[in-house]
C-alpha cells in the first residue's frame, strides 16, 4: 500500500510539473481583439471557474497555530462555446497557478491569502473556513466546513472580482483523504480598453454566477507533505491540484 501511494504521489506531481508551462503563456491575451458584447458573460464564467478553483483540498480545519504553504494550480480542458476571447484566440485547454499561505485562526477558522502575477495579470485573494465539526483525524470521523473565497484580477485590457462560497466534506484516513465541495461562484468582469470589435464596451461590466462541485483525493506520503487532485464541474469540467506543507 505504501509504494502503491508513493507511486501515485509522483505520479500527480509529474502532472504539476507538466503542467507548469501554462504559466508561460497568458491565456487571455485575445480579450481586446476578439470580446465582443455576446462573449462577455461566457468570458466571465470560464474566468470565474478557474478563480474560485483548488481553495480547499480537506474539510478539516487547521486548528489555532496550524499552518498550511503550497501551490495550487486550476485547469480546464475546454472554454464555454460563446466565449471568443478564447476561442477565436485558438486557446483550448487553459490553466492558472497560484501560491497560497494559510494559518489556524481561534474560534475554529483558518484564513489564507493566495496570488500569482503573469504576463501583465496580476491575481491577488483571500478566504476564511470555518470548522462546523470538533477537528479531529480519526478514520470515518467526518470533517465539514464551510469555505469562502474572494478575489481581484487586474488585466491590461480588463478587471475582475469574485466571490465564492462551498460546503466541504473530507473522511481522513492514514494515508488519504477523500473530499467534496459544493458551492457557487460570483464573477464580474469590467472592460478596461476599447476592444477591437465593439469599441462601445469600455466601462461595459458583466456579472455571472455559476454553481461548483468538486470531488478530490489527498495524498500525505508523510504526516506534514500532501498532494491533491481533484476533478471539479463548473461551467465546464477541470482539474485541481496541489502541492505543500501542513502542520
Given at each position: 500500500?505504501?509504494?502503491?501511494?508513493?507511486?501515485?504521489?509522483?505520479?500527480?506531481?509529474?502532472?504539476?510539473?507538466?503542467?507548469?508551462?501554462?504559466?508561460?503563456?497568458?491565456?487571455?491575451?485575445?480579450?481586446?481583439?476578439?470580446?465582443?458584447r455576446?462573449?462577455?458573460?461566457?468570458?466571465?464564467?470560464?474566468?470565474?471557474?478557474?478563480?474560485?478553483?483548488?481553495?480547499?483540498?480537506n474539510?478539516?480545519?487547521?486548528?489555532f497555530?496550524?499552518?498550511d504553504?503550497?501551490?495550487r494550480?486550476?485547469?480546464?480542458?475546454?472554454?464555454?462555446?460563446?466565449?471568443?476571447?478564447?476561442?477565436?484566440?485558438g486557446?483550448?485547454?487553459?490553466?492558472?497557478?497560484?501560491?497560497?499561505?494559510e494559518?489556524?485562526?481561534?474560534?475554529?477558522?483558518?484564513?489564507?491569502?493566495?496570488?500569482?502575477t503573469?504576463?501583465?495579470?496580476?491575481?491577488?485573494?483571500?478566504?476564511?473556513?470555518?470548522?462546523?465539526?470538533?477537528?479531529?483525524?480519526?478514520?470515518?470521523?467526518p470533517?465539514?466546513?464551510?469555505?469562502?473565497?474572494?478575489?481581484?484580477?487586474?488585466?491590461?485590457h480588463?478587471?475582475?472580482?469574485?466571490?465564492?462560497?462551498?460546503?466541504?466534506?473530507?473522511?481522513?484516513?492514514?494515508?488519504?483523504?477523500p473530499?467534496f465541495?459544493g458551492?457557487v461562484?460570483?464573477?464580474?468582469?469590467?472592460?478596461?480598453?476599447?476592444?477591437?470589435?465593439d469599441?462601445?464596451?469600455?466601462?461595459?461590466?458583466?456579472?455571472?454566477n455559476?454553481?461548483?462541485?468538486?470531488?478530490?483525493?489527498?495524498?500525505?506520503?508523510?504526516?506534514?507533505?500532501?498532494?491533491?487532485?481533484?476533478?471539479?464541474?463548473?461551467?465546464?469540467?477541470?482539474?485541481?491540484?496541489?502541492?505543500?506543507?501542513?502542520?
Amino acid at each position: 500500500m505504501d509504494n502503491f501511494i508513493k507511486k501515485l504521489f509522483y505520479s500527480f506531481l509529474g502532472l504539476i510539473i507538466i503542467a507548469a508551462p501554462l504559466r508561460a503563456a497568458d491565456p487571455f491575451a485575445g480579450f481586446q481583439q476578439f470580446v465582443d458584447r455576446p462573449s462577455l458573460k461566457p468570458f466571465a464564467r470560464d474566468l470565474g471557474g478557474l478563480l474560485g478553483a483548488a481553495t480547499f483540498h480537506n474539510g478539516r480545519n487547521l486548528g489555532f497555530s496550524g499552518f498550511d504553504v503550497g501551490i495550487r494550480g486550476a485547469y480546464r480542458f475546454s472554454s464555454e462555446a460563446g466565449n471568443r476571447v478564447l476561442r477565436d484566440k485558438g486557446v483550448k485547454a487553459y490553466g492558472l497557478p497560484w501560491v497560497q499561505a494559510e494559518i489556524g485562526l481561534p474560534f475554529a477558522l483558518d484564513g489564507y491569502i493566495r496570488g500569482v502575477t503573469f504576463q501583465g495579470t496580476t491575481i491577488s485573494g483571500g478566504g476564511l473556513r470555518y470548522g462546523i465539526t470538533k477537528k479531529s483525524d480519526s478514520e470515518w470521523h467526518p470533517q465539514i466546513l464551510v469555505s469562502w473565497s474572494g478575489h481581484s484580477v487586474s488585466h491590461r485590457h480588463f478587471s475582475a472580482t469574485h466571490v465564492g462560497a462551498n460546503l466541504v466534506v473530507s473522511f481522513n484516513f492514514k494515508k488519504i483523504a477523500p473530499y467534496f465541495g459544493g458551492g457557487v461562484d460570483r464573477t464580474r468582469l469590467v472592460v478596461k480598453t476599447t476592444p477591437v470589435r465593439d469599441a462601445s464596451l469600455v466601462d461595459e461590466s458583466a456579472t455571472v454566477n455559476v454553481p461548483r462541485a468538486t470531488l478530490g483525493l489527498t495524498i500525505r506520503p508523510k504526516p506534514y507533505l500532501y498532494l491533491n487532485l481533484a476533478a471539479t464541474f463548473t461551467n465546464r469540467a477541470g482539474l485541481d491540484s496541489g502541492i505543500g506543507i501542513r502542520f
